[in-house]
């Protein structure tokens, strides 16, 4: 994807997650007024992100026969010890059912550990040595996903005894697969104990604003002005993930 293109993709993805954020806000306004109901912090907001980013990335590699895996669970064993794993966003070559990049995604990091970059690339590093392996597919290691069997027109097929009837698919990972860790925003951002060095940080991790999405004190155009976005280091990013 061209830069000017990337530029456009990139503001139509802030808008849409800082518009859906608004929605959330009025929602809390709402149950003030009608006294009722009043809800604080809103767990749904991290799925806006990883569904517009997602999106944004489908735009980004359109030329790509690549299938994005959100929020999905990976169960997988490593020389017979199982482990789950659930990256954000996981990117998934179609041809070779290869793992090519997973993404890790935050609001902010105030809730993160201070090692959530270190622990991504380490479930990373675990796929890969799975994927090493000569016996891959057999008992001792592999990497599943489930998903739910559906009709020729989008229904659930259900088994005789009327639970969804699954199909489990096996992957691998590619060695030259990168995990990048994405925090929405500096602002309410932490550091790493007892040093300067902020928690989202490394070769393949980075701030998209200085400003906070979800702080109604920060207007949309005060979100999207050049001097508070870093699109050209998501672009360089990207580029550098080498999908």
């Known amino acids: 994807m061209d830069k000017v293109t990337f530029d456009a993709e990139f503001i139509k993805f802030i808008k849409a997650v800082k518009s859906e954020f608004d929605i959330n806000f009025q929602k809390k306004l709402n149950g003030i007024i009608g006294n009722s109901m009043i809800r604080g912090n809103n767990p749904s907001l991290s799925h806006i992100v990883e569904d517009k980013f997602a999106e944004f990335l489908f735009t ?14 990976l169960s997988t064993c490593f020389n017979g010890e199982g482990k789950s794993i659930r990256p954000d966003i996981v990117v998934l070559e179609r041809e070779s059912n290869e793992i090519k990049a997973i993404f890790e995604l935050k609001i902010d990091d105030a809730r993160a550990e201070d090692d959530w970059v270190a622990m991504s690339q ?89 400003k906070h999405f979800n702080n109604q004190n920060h207007s949309k155009e005060c979100i999207l002005s050049d001097e508070n976005l870093k699109a050209n280091e998501l672009y360089e990013l990207l580029l550098k993930m080498n999908l």
Request: glycine share 6%; charged share 30%; aromatic share 8%.
């Open 122 to 210: 380490g479930r990373l590093d675990r796929l890969k040595k799975i994927s090493n392996k000569s016996e891959l597919g057999e008992k001792g290691n592999y990497i599943h996903y489930n998903t739910i069997k559906v009709n020729d027109i989008g229904e659930p097929i259900k088994t005789p005894s009327g639970k969804y009837s699954t199909q489990r698919h096996s992957v691998r990972c590619s060695p030259d697969a990168k995990s990048a860790c994405i925090t929405m925003c500096e602002e309410n951002s932490r550091k790493i104990k007892d040093t300067k060095i902020l928690r989202t940080s490394g070769d393949y991790a980075m701030y998209l604003s200085e």
């Open 60 to 73: 980004f590699y359109s030329n790509k026969n690549y299938l994005y895996l959100i929020d999905v669970n």
